[in-house]
Nanobody, 119 residues
Framework: QVQLRESGPGLVKPSQTLSLTCTVS??????????WTWIRQSPGKGLEWMGA???????YSSPSLKSRTSISRDTSKNQFTLQLRSVTPEDTAVYCC???????????WGQGTQVTVSS
């Protein structure tokens, strides 16, 4: 069973950059045909797909967040990261990392981490 765990700050100030790391265990982020995704859920809103990184290292971003989002990986640590720039209180959400055999297929989920944007 692949396990994912998010880590990062729980509180970020407006205009700063949010950085989150997802550590994968019992599986490899280079597993063929697997995609590693960041999803968030804001209060009162549904799930929002933010972006992903493929087993090849190719990255994908939501058009609405593309200008502020970077996704990268460290294969030596079996981790992938999310950076979200110029955050506002509207970026307050629970952020989850997931993995699955497709950009929109999330079979394995981290437990999620709450991030609050506030001064």
């Amino acid at each position: 069973q692949v396990q994912l765990r998010e880590s990062g700050p729980g509180l970020v100030k407006p205009s700063q950059t949010l950085s989150l790391t997802c550590t994968v265990s019992n599986g490899s982020i280079t597993t063929k045909y697997y995609y590693w995704t960041w999803i968030r859920q804001s209060p009162g809103k549904g799930l929002e797909w933010m972006g992903a990184i493929a087993y090849t290292g190719t990255t994908y971003s939501s058009p609405s967040l593309k200008s502020r989002t970077s996704i990268s990986r460290d294969t030596s640590k079996n981790q992938f990261t999310l950076q979200l720039r110029s955050v506002t209180p509207e970026d307050t959400a629970v952020y989850c990392c997931t993995g699955g055999p497709g950009l929109s297929v999330s079979l394995d989920w981290g437990q999620g981490t709450q991030v609050t944007v506030s001064s």
